[in-house]
Structures are given as structure tokens and as C-alpha cells.
């Protein structure tokens, strides 16, 4: 598109610049006493060149804004994209984290049943081990 958008404004600028150089020697014509019907003609086709320029600036301005809109679809997807990883991450620490409870519930669960099972008094030590407390 930025292809297409180039080529588009080389061709307003010769347009332009064949309607300026036309424009200047219609001006020194005009003091060499042209006929009138030969002015007419010349003055006709500096009108269409400028129409054609007119033209031509108008598909810019329609390109220029086209692109301008896929910028912004870009920016948005661009936007959406980050917002939806960062959600997935948050989901995926979520579940983690949720895991990580499940887990460290069953080993509770397990130390508990088995101290259950030995029947002796338990006492916790630092990193969570359980070790059978002796009465002497």
C-alpha cells in the first residue's frame, strides 16, 4: 500500500509539474498575440490538467486515509494481543498457585491420616515434618 501510495503522489507531482510548465508557456504566448481560439484551447487544457490534479489529490487523501485505518485495526489487534497474553498469564499463575494448594493440601491430608494411623502425639517441626513426640 505504501507502494501504491508513492507512485500515486509522483504522479500529482507530474501532473503539477506539467500544468506549471503548460501555465508558463501559455504565459508567454499570450504576449506574442495568440488568436483567441488558441487560448481558449490552451486555457481548456491547463483546466483539465488541473482537474486531473484535483483528482489525483483526492485518490491520495483516500489512500492516506485507508492506510491510516489499517494502522489503527494494527494498533488495536496489537492492543487486544497483549491484553489477552497478559490475561493468560495471570490465568495460568491462577491455576498454578490453585495447583500448588491442592498439592500441599494432600500432603497435609497425608501426614495427618498418618499420624492417625501411629497413634502417637505428634509435634510440627520448621519445614512442616511431623515427628512422633516420646514420653519419657
Given at each position: 500500500m505504501k507502494e501504491q501510495l508513492s507512485k500515486e503522489k509522483e504522479r500529482l507531482f507530474t501532473l503539477q509539474s506539467q500544468a506549471n510548465e503548460?501555465?508558463?508557456?501559455?504565459?508567454?504566448?499570450?504576449?506574442?498575440?495568440?488568436?483567441?481560439r488558441e487560448v481558449e484551447l490552451h486555457q481548456n487544457f491547463l483546466r483539465a490538467l488541473r482537474e486531473k490534479e484535483k483528482r489525483q489529490k483526492k485518490r491520495i487523501q483516500d489512500l492516506e486515509s485507508d492506510m491510516e485505518e489499517k494502522r489503527q485495526k494494527l494498533v488495536r489487534a496489537s492492543?487486544?494481543?497483549?491484553?489477552?497474553?497478559?490475561?493468560?498469564?495471570k490465568a495460568a499463575a491462577a491455576w498454578k498457585k490453585e495447583e500448588s494448594s491442592k498439592e500441599q493440601k494432600a500432603i497435609d491430608e497425608r501426614a495427618c491420616r498418618q499420624s492417625r494411623i501411629q497413634g502417637g502425639k505428634m509435634i510440627l517441626h520448621g519445614a512442616g515434618v511431623y515427628h512422633e513426640k516420646k514420653n519419657l
Amino acid at each position: 500500500m505504501k507502494e501504491q501510495l508513492s507512485k500515486e503522489k509522483e504522479r500529482l507531482f507530474t501532473l503539477q509539474s506539467q500544468a506549471n510548465e503548460f501555465s508558463q508557456r501559455l504565459f508567454k504566448k499570450q504576449r506574442v498575440n495568440l488568436n483567441p481560439r488558441e487560448v481558449e484551447l490552451h486555457q481548456n487544457f491547463l483546466r483539465a490538467l488541473r482537474e486531473k490534479e484535483k483528482r489525483q489529490k483526492k485518490r491520495i487523501q483516500d489512500l492516506e486515509s485507508d492506510m491510516e485505518e489499517k494502522r489503527q485495526k494494527l494498533v488495536r489487534a496489537s492492543q487486544e494481543k497483549k491484553t489477552m497474553e497478559k490475561l493468560t498469564e495471570k490465568a495460568a499463575a491462577a491455576w498454578k498457585k490453585e495447583e500448588s494448594s491442592k498439592e500441599q493440601k494432600a500432603i497435609d491430608e497425608r501426614a495427618c491420616r498418618q499420624s492417625r494411623i501411629q497413634g502417637g502425639k505428634m509435634i510440627l517441626h520448621g519445614a512442616g515434618v511431623y515427628h512422633e513426640k516420646k514420653n519419657l
